[in-house]
């Protein structure tokens, strides 16, 4: 099926070992895209995967934390995450992005779908 419509997808929480991030998510061969979304306060804890990402804010803001590097970023911004590099971010405030990873071995975001421990920890639940 070569057609989405993300308003009529059923949302799932994606990484949830290392994120709360929940939304829609479409995966192609190559690629996968999320519509994802952090509530103020949560995000995704220091962690690092094989995939590259770039995640683009819709709306709210995000602190992004690499090892040498933090910026706080908005509407219209976006950052990417080489391979292998550890980074963590932090929704400011509510906040919805557009996520992109290339799938390693078939995977894109969903890198421990059975794994539910940060979300059992912040009750979500």
């Keep these: 099926m070569p057609f989405f419509h993300f308003d009529n997808m059923e949302k799932e929480y994606a990484t949830p070992k290392y ?4 939304g829609e998510l479409v995966a ?4 996968e895209m999320g519509r994802l979304t952090f509530e103020a ?3 995704a804890v ?5 995939q590259e990402q770039i995640m683009y804010v819709i709306s709210g803001r995000l602190k992004v934390e690499f090892a040498d590097e933090t910026q706080e970023i908005g509407p ?6 080489p ?12 906040t919805t992005v557009i996520s992109v990873k290339d799938l390693v071995d078939g995977i894109g975001h969903k890198l421990a779908p059975d794994e539910k421990d940060r979300l059992e ?4 639940i």
Aim: net charge neutral.
């Design 46 to 50: 220091e962690h690092a995967h094989p």
């Design 19 to 22: 994120s709360t991030a929940f």
């Design 76 to 81: 219209g911004s976006a950052f990417v995450a």
């Design 121 to 124: 920890e912040l009750g979500k």
């Design 83 to 94: 391979s292998n590099m550890k980074h963590r971010v932090t929704a400011l405030q509510n």
């Design 41 to 43: 306060g949560e995000g």
């Design 28 to 31: 192609g061969d190559k690629l």
